[in-house]
């Protein structure tokens, strides 16, 4: 009898157990927030968007499958949407004012809190590898322009011209911008700040890539890449690279990576106050990151953000019409969402 009700216990925590396994989320990824409407979208061009996310989604999960570490799963998921022409990192980076394409990634270990960044870099084929090297290679957190590059072509990246960015819808974007700001309707898009800084058109979409992984042994990583913002001028380094603004991680509170109006991200801190929030205050990460996001929509800034805390727990809010983002769980379970 006594054995009997021990295996009975034994059988329902196996059940409970399997069943939170199953339900917790190992990665988190975003290609981008903005004005994404359905009725702008080609059903091809939606299928492209969710083959992609689906296969960045994939080519991380078999990295914490084979009990490789949540770095390499961040690694891994990033190249994928970096190499893909669909977002703006890597190939299908937006254009700078000048007709450049200037990248700009960060990576963050959550259980070391080792990070590393790159910004207005122009040969490196994968950023998010240059921001890795800076983590690992170096003693520095943060490297910018000529001499990232430089660091990163040493470290035995792959480094490609400068051309090997280019793509005809980002081209034509930047030129459609251009016209714009020369117009007086679209500067009614801005405020003045945002026209000191050279962005007046807050309607354009945004498409900076992001993942959160959570690996086998517990421990968190956040990364993010961008070509940053059209028009941008004047060397102008968006959040995305600065720990604390769009990308932190902490395995104590949450991975996060944000996507958006990138000066916002920075003024607010967001990643860190999500981060501190929960450390603090003991916040969930959903509450966090929503108190967050509606400061920087308060201010007047637009996007949204990922994050993953260590017990598999998602968020992805955003504040625009959608946002590319994708889940994947456990037990392998992957949903892609576009819209809100
Ligand atoms: N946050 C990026 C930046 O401001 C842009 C984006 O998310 O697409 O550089």
């Not at 021990?6 to 157990?17: I, N």
């Not at 990070?115 to 170096?138: D, F, H, L």
């Not at 690996?215 to 004047?234: F, P």
């Not at 392998?332 to 819209?339: F, N, P, R, S």
């Amino acid at each position: 009898m006594k054995s009997l009700k021990l295996l009975l216990v034994m059988l329902f925590s196996w059940v409970t157990l399997a069943a939170s396994a199953q339900q917790k989320y190992v990665m988190v990824i975003h290609g981008g927030a903005g004005t994404i409407l359905k009725k702008n979208m080609t059903p091809e061009k939606e299928a492209a968007y969710i083959a992609a996310l689906t296969q960045a989604l994939k080519a991380g999960y078999a990295e914490i499958k084979s009990g490789k570490s949540s770095l390499d799963a961040v690694e891994a998921t990033i190249h994928v949407m970096e190499n893909s022409p669909l977002f703006n990192a890597g190939k299908g980076a937006v254009f700078t004012h000048d007709g450049r394409n200037e990248l700009d990634a960060a990576i963050m270990n959550g259980k070391t809190l080792e990070a590393g960044a790159v910004a207005g870099v122009t040969t490196i084929k994968n950023p998010i590898s240059a921001a890795r090297a800076v983590m690992e290679k170096s003693e520095h957190v943060m490297m910018m322009g000529a001499g990232a590059d430089q660091f990163a072509k040493e470290a035995g990246l792959e480094i490609v011209d400068p051309k090997y960015f280019w793509t005809k819808e980002r081209w034509d974007g930047l030129q459609k911008a251009i016209k714009e700001d020369s117009t007086k309707a679209v500067l009614d898009h801005g405020s003045k700040k945002s026209e000191l800084l050279g962005i007046k058109n807050r309607d354009y979409k945004f498409g900076t890539v992001g993942c959160v992984a959570l690996d086998k042994a517990g421990n968190l990583a956040a990364g993010t890449s961008t070509g940053g913002m059209t028009n941008k001028k004047y060397g102008r380094v968006g959040d995305a690279p600065i720990i604390g603004a769009g990308t932190y991680c902490n395995n104590e509170t949450a991975g996060i990576s944000c996507t958006g109006w990138g000066e916002f991200y920075i003024r607010n801190v967001v990643a860190k106050t999500i981060s501190d929030l929960m450390e603090y205050k003991g916040l969930s990460v959903a509450k966090a990151s929503k108190i967050a996001l509606d400061k920087v929509g308060k201010m007047g800034g637009d996007g949204g953000l990922i994050a993953l805390d260590r017990k598999g727990n998602v968020t992805m809010p955003f504040n625009t019409e959608g946002m590319y983002r994708g889940t994947i769980t456990a037990d392998g379970k992957i949903e892609v969402l576009i819209y809100k």
